[in-house]
């Protein structure tokens, strides 16, 4: 049995590249008991409550089926004097993954005003920003394309030109520089906000190692015909895993992994997140140029009708770790609060 995998493994190298088949996979309610709704204050300084789960569901701020995940903020209420600011969630996978590649099927991002919100990772060991941080889906306000972008310890730089569709918005991952801006990939046209949604969302896949780097492909759903199989039909790629290559198409973004920039040594184990903050940061200093109205701390505390737009819905995210080796670390899920 070892030797004949050891076999399929060499011809799978052969053939084709690398091939990762399904370590886990997240759809609908199956989410709800393996990430941990967390209730921190918002380290990005957002004018927004982090709802646990209870409070989530009871407020159908979490609302999930057998294949759908929904995570919204509170649409309905004004937010009370003296309080963090509005409900929302904020979710991270209690599972941690190193090499792997993840695939998010989304319908829905938050958008609008005062939004930001992101799908990203980091280390499960830390402490910030050591073991790195990788922002997948990230923005505020009316942006349209998404923001792609890493975080690490000093000494992570990425070559200004690359083979990606993407336009590099900088090239220094440091967080100490540049006030924690990292090294970020700007992507296409229907990868963000209301353009994204607009067309019914699409997917997602990062692709993370040593040899690969960092990659970052999306497909718009309106372009599903160019979507690779394992992609868009996971009871394929439970079969046949995923191999990221050239029929996948150019990524939009791509972060090289080399003497500029060791692997090893800035990335380890991530865990998987999923937030939306108000303000705070980013979205805040950015608001007053963003075209939005008023102030952003009043239409968060006043302007509950805005919010009708901010909900992520998922059709599921599926991570894939390398056929042949072992997955490190990847611990059970741990009773978390
Ligand atoms: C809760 O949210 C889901 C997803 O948006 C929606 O389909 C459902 O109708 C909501 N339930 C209630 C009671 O509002
Ligand atoms: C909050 O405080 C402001 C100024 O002190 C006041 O104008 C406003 O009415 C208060 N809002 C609520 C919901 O109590
Ligand atoms: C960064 O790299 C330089 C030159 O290779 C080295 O001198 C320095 O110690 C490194 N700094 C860190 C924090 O690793």
Known sequence: MRSALALLAALASVVAAQVYTLADAYVGSEFLGTWTWQTIVDPTNGDVNYVDLGTAVAQNLTYASLDKFVMRADSTNVVANGTRGRNSIRVLSNRAYS????VLDLEHMPQGCATWPAFWSLSQTGPW????????????????????????????????????????TSTICDADYNSNQGCGVSGAPLSYGADFNGAAGGWFAVQRGAATGIRAWFWSRQDAASVPLAVQYPLVAA??????????????AVFPMDAECNYEEHFNAHQFVFDLTFCGDWAGSAYPTSGCPGTCTDLVNNHPEAFTEAYWEVNGLWIYTPFGQPTSPNPPYPSSS
Not at 99 to 102: K, L, N, P, Q, T
Not at 139 to 159: A, D, I, K, R, W
Not at 239 to 251: K, L, M, N, R, Y
């Open 129 to 168: 920003p050591d073991g790195g941080e990788i922002d997948i889906i990230e923005g505020v306000n009316l942006q349209t394309g998404n923001l792609m972008s890493l975080h690490t310890s000093p000494n992570c730089t990425m070559p200004a030109t690359r083979t990606m569709s993407g336009g590099v």
């Open 99 to 102: 090499d792997s590649v993840a």
């Open 239 to 252: 079969i046949t895993g995923v191999s990221p290559d050239a029929s996948w198409g150019e990524p939009y």
